[in-house]
């Protein structure tokens, strides 16, 4: 099993900045992705950044130029930087770690438990 323990979030004015961890331990294997998955209420969750061991990232377009993501592999943490944050980035964000045993198996998703992520005058 793996476990996701996420810190960080709370609440910050417009055009203020915040960050995330997420510190994922258990049976890692080493083709993995993290990342961070928002959803705000009565919308789907959607992606917001993730990162690979190579370090290749993906970002949600609304949060390209505003948001990055980056970890450290020897320790399985990840961390979200936002900045120029907006009302709408308001919903909790989950973080995720994608694993899978060799290429001839399904990836397995973890989920953290969630973080409010509040912006707000």
């Known amino acids: 099993q793996v476990r996701l323990v996420e810190s960080g979030g709370g609440l910050v004015q417009p055009g203020g900045s915040l960050g995330l961890s997420c510190a994922a331990s258990?049976?890692?294997?080493?083709?993995?992705?993290m990342g961070w998955y928002r959803q705000a209420p009565g919308k789907q969750r959607e992606l917001v950044a993730a990162i690979t061991v190579g370090r290749s990232t993906n970002y949600g377009d609304s949060v390209k130029g505003r948001f990055t993501i980056s970890r450290d592999n020897a320790k399985n943490t990840v961390w979200l930087q936002m900045n120029s944050l907006k009302p709408e980035d308001t919903a909790v964000y989950y973080c995720?770690?994608?694993?899978?045993?060799?290429?001839?198996?399904?990836?397995?998703?973890?989920w953290g438990q969630g973080t409010q992520v509040t912006v707000s005058s």
């Open positions: 995720n770690l994608q694993t899978r045993h060799n290429p001839f198996t399904k990836y397995v998703d973890y």
């Open positions: 258990g049976s890692i294997f080493s083709d993995n992705a």
